[in-house]
């Protein structure tokens, strides 16, 4: 495949031919630029956080379980991983922690939060929600705050699992417990 410079960039982007993964991916850097400095911002800006609840949703006869969503368990590139109720993979962050999204901004924009709560049937582990930033309520797994990628266009793709952006790396998340292996896609960024 030739590599070859883009005329009118003066940015030194390179582009891989005519194949769209790596515009997405040049569109994406240039959004991941300002993504980390909107992560910076909300960072230091972030209040506190509400202790994640442990799965009260999927028992209770209360409105907000009523309005759950359901996950649903998919096999992309032969690993088991949680998908929301339109098919679409579900991501972890490495620097949120189990009461806090450390993605707000930009990063939420892409990387959209999955509102929580939810319910699975027959998926072992722990359903829960945290208190985003902003006051929404964002739906976790076993202290995982839950995340899509505006990268993945239809149910069934994987295009963020692995990539390092926003300050830290994004995992689909796995049945297992344990971070899927990076697809072919990511790793060092957009």
């Not at 579900?90 to 999955?114: I, K, V």
Request: proline fraction near 6%; glycine fraction near 16%; hydrophobic fraction near 40%.
């Amino acid at each position: 495949m030739e590599i070859r410079g883009t005329p009118g960039l003066s940015d030194g982007v390179v582009r891989r031919g005519r194949n769209g993964l790596a515009r997405l991916r040049v569109l994406l850097g240039l959004s991941a630029a300002a993504a980390a400095a909107s992560v910076l911002v909300a960072c230091s800006s972030a209040g506190t956080s509400a202790a994640p609840s442990s799965g009260a949703a999927a028992g209770s006869s209360s409105p907000a379980a009523a309005a759950a969503s359901t996950v649903t368990a998919v096999k992309i590139g032969g690993a088991t991983v949680l998908a929301n109720s339109k098919g679409f993979t579900l991501y972890s962050f490495g620097p949120d922690t189990p009461a806090r999204s450390n993605c707000n901004g930009t990063c939420a924009q892409n990387w959209p939060p999955e509102m929580g709560p939810v319910t699975a049937a027959g998926i072992k582990g722990t359903f829960g929600t945290i208190k985003r930033s902003d006051g929404s309520t964002q739906a976790t797994f076993d202290g995982h705050p839950l995340y899509t990628f505006v990268g993945d266009n239809a149910p069934g793709q994987a295009n963020g699992n692995g990539l390092n952006a926003a300050g830290g790396v994004w995992h689909e998340i796995t049945l297992s417990g344990a971070a899927a292996p990076a697809s072919g896609g990511g790793g060092n960024g957009y």
